[in-house]
Structures are given as structure tokens and as C-alpha cells.
Antibody
């Protein structure tokens, strides 16, 4: 079955960086863009950006420009989210999701990863 | 704060019908971009409930339906069940927000 499995919880200090992985299975990895969405505790969903696994091109929400990098390794069907210069407000659950149509910003996320908790504390 | 506006909460008794609104503008829903709905049970990932305004993915009960008109969209749930208690989010595309996906703030559905 189609699945996205994310890496485990992470704890970082302010100013550090964190990388979250998202391994795809059950479909051809390059057929669907990967989007990243985060959710702070008790808050709504916040879109962070997208990545095209075919060529690695990415687009980021303006809020995260300069601090976020989305990448992939097609040999292991895995997408990555790197967020740098962490602040306390980056504490959240980070989700990856696939969009099975392009341009993917127009369409819904049909399969989601289980989420990765990132905690930023001193 | 959110480009798409949803009511913070709605409620209904088992068996009743409830609707959740999602109000946008001429740069997103009103520009013709599709609306998608997600259901999120606390502690779990969101689940796609309705895509492209009024389509249900395989496995989603017919009790859930979506509609879109002008700059707004709505999600209707008929025959409310206890298991429907969750947060619901609408999502679309906005041409002004650096060409990005945008979400509503979410609506908490309470089944009385």
C-alpha cells in the first residue's frame, strides 16, 4: 500500500538545524511531488513548501525562505526537510505528504506521513 | 491570520446534519482554484476527505460532501456519528501568497 514513513522525534537547541526524512513506498516516487506541512501544538496546519522528486526543484513558503531546504534521494525514494536557525516557535509536528497531480500546489495531499515531532528548547 | 476563514467550532447531535464553511477571496477560491478538505483526529495525521471541491477519495463515506460557490466552499456531514468528532481543514491555492497552498484555520466538530 502507498505509504510515507517519517523519521523519529528530534530535539534541538535554538540556532541549530534539523533534518526530517520521509520515505515513500507503494508507488513510483517520482510520480508525485512531496509537500511539507507543520502544526504547532493546538494550532492549525501551516504549509511550508514542495519538492519535485524528478529534478529536485523546490518552492518554499515566503515565511521560510532562506531557512528551509527540501531535497530528495531518488535511489531510496526518500524526501528530506532541513530547517535551520531554529527558534522556539519552530516546535511543531512536521508532516510530509504527496500530491498525485501537477502543478501540485493546486491539488490536495492524498497521502500523509505519520508526522515527526521537532522540539526546540534550551 | 489565515487566508481561508473557517468557524472555530461547530456541533451537532448524532444523526443530524452539519456544515462547515470556508470563506476565501478573489485570489484563491474566487479565482477558480479547487478546494480540498481534510479531517484530523487528535494525535493523528490529517486525512484527505474531499478533493477538487466535491469528490470523495475511495473509502470516505457518502455522508461527507463538498460544495463551492463564488469565493466560498462548504463541507457537509449528514447522519452525524460520534467518530466524526475531529478537526476539519479546508485548503486551496492562492495566487498572491507567493503562489502557495493555503489552509483554513480549522474547525472543531463536536458530536453532542
Amino acid at each position: 500500500q502507498v505509504q510515507l514513513v517519517q523519521s523519529g522525534p528530534e530535539a534541538r537547541k535554538p540556532g541549530a538545524s534539523v533534518t526530517v526524512s520521509c520515505k515513500a513506498s507503494g508507488y513510483t516516487f517520482t510520480d508525485c511531488d512531496i509537500h511539507w506541512v507543520r502544526q504547532a501544538t493546538g494550532q492549525g496546519l501551516e504549509w511550508m513548501g514542495w519538492m519535485n522528486p524528478i529534478h529536485g526543484g523546490a518552492g518554499y513558503a515566503q515565511k521560510f525562505q532562506g531557512r528551509v531546504t527540501m531535497a530528495r534521494d531518488t535511489s531510496i525514494s526518500t524526501a528530506y526537510l532541513e530547517l535551520s536557525s531554529l527558534i522556539f516557535e519552530d516546535t511543531a509536528v512536521y508532516y510530509c505528504g504527496r500530491v498525485p497531480a501537477r502543478p501540485s500546489n493546486y491539488y490536495g495531499i492524498d497521502v500523509w506521513g505519520q508526522g515527526t515531532t521537532v522540539t526546540v528548547s534550551s | 491570520q489565515f487566508v481561508l476563514t473557517q468557524p472555530p467550532s461547530v456541533s451537532g447531535a448524532p444523526g443530524q446534519r452539519v456544515t462547515i464553511s470556508c470563506n476565501g477571496s478573489s485570489s484563491n477560491i474566487g479565482a477558480g482554484y479547487d478546494v480540498h478538505w481534510y479531517q484530523q483526529i487528535p494525535g493523528t495525521a490529517p486525512k484527505l476527505l474531499i478533493y477538487d471541491n466535491n469528490n470523495r477519495p475511495s473509502g470516505v463515506p457518502a455522508r461527507f460532501s463538498g460544495a463551492k460557490s463564488g469565493t466560498s466552499a462548504s463541507l457537509a456531514i449528514t447522519g452525524l456519528q460520534a467518530e466524526d468528532e475531529a478537526h476539519y481543514y479546508c485548503q486551496s491555492y492562492d495566487v498572491t501568497v507567493y503562489s502557495s497552498k493555503v489552509f483554513g484555520g480549522g474547525t472543531k466538530l463536536t458530536v453532542l
